[in-house]
């Protein structure tokens, strides 16, 4: 009889800590307190159904793009990306800009296809965003990795000159 007490409450209290558990930080900050001040916030639904999820293969897009009817065209052809990754602030090489609409296009491309014939772990992102051109190259989560793979990029390709230059932007980073 004991046993059976112990697990019934047991199941009672996974469950009410699972119920808890599932508590977000809107909810939280919206819920009235005693002796406190009360915070309401208004927003829609799909961004409380991101807050604290994980994705898994969505392009991300750049800060940049965010307000505007473009956004990232192609996503980097990389077949060892991990499976997970979170949304995170980093740098990335940006490896082209330009505004010709008819060569800029067609440029940042070329320069993608070399970048991945040449490091085909590094993921290139062609952006759009009116009236420029970007492509994009990497995943760094601190500068210093962001500035190692600038000089590999600039041994690899000198032709690139000065254009190659880090830039803050939102990376995709693995689940660790």
């Known amino acids: 009889m004991r046993i059976l007490i112990g697990i019934f409450l047991f199941t009672?209290?996974?469950?009410?800590s699972s119920i808890v558990a599932q508590?977000?930080?809107?909810?939280?900050?919206?819920?009235?307190?005693p002796g406190q001040g009360s915070v309401v916030i208004?927003?829609?639904?799909?961004?409380?159904?991101?807050i604290g999820t994980r994705t898994s293969s969505s392009p991300i897009p750049s800060p940049t793009d965010q307000g505007s009817i473009s956004?990232?065209?192609?996503?980097?052809?990389?077949?060892?990306?991990?499976?997970?990754?979170?949304?995170?602030?980093g740098y990335k090489i940006q490896v082209f800009s330009g505004n010709d609409q008819k060569r800029s296009r067609q440029e940042a491309e070329s320069r993608k296809s070399k970048i991945v014939s040449e490091f085909p772990d590094m993921e290139v992102a062609i952006i759009f965003n009116s009236p420029v051109w970007r492509a994009r190259a990497g995943n760094f989560?601190?500068?210093?990795?962001?500035?190692?793979?600038?000089?590999?990029?600039?041994?690899?390709?000198?032709?690139?000159?000065?254009?190659?230059?880090?830039?803050?932007?939102?990376v995709k980073l693995p689940i660790e």
Request: hydrophobic share 35%; net charge negative; charged share 25%.
């Open 71 to 89: 956004g990232e065209i192609e996503n980097g052809t990389n077949k060892s990306q991990p499976s997970g990754f979170i949304r995170a602030k």
């Open 141 to 170: 989560k601190t500068y210093e990795q962001a500035f190692q793979a600038l000089n590999d990029l600039k041994k690899a390709f000198p032709s690139f000159g000065r254009e190659l230059q880090i830039v803050e932007d939102v």
């Open 12 to 16: 009672i209290a996974t469950l009410c």
């Open 23 to 33: 508590t977000t930080i809107i909810k939280d900050l919206n819920a009235s307190k």
């Open 42 to 50: 208004y927003q829609d639904e799909a961004i409380e159904g991101l």
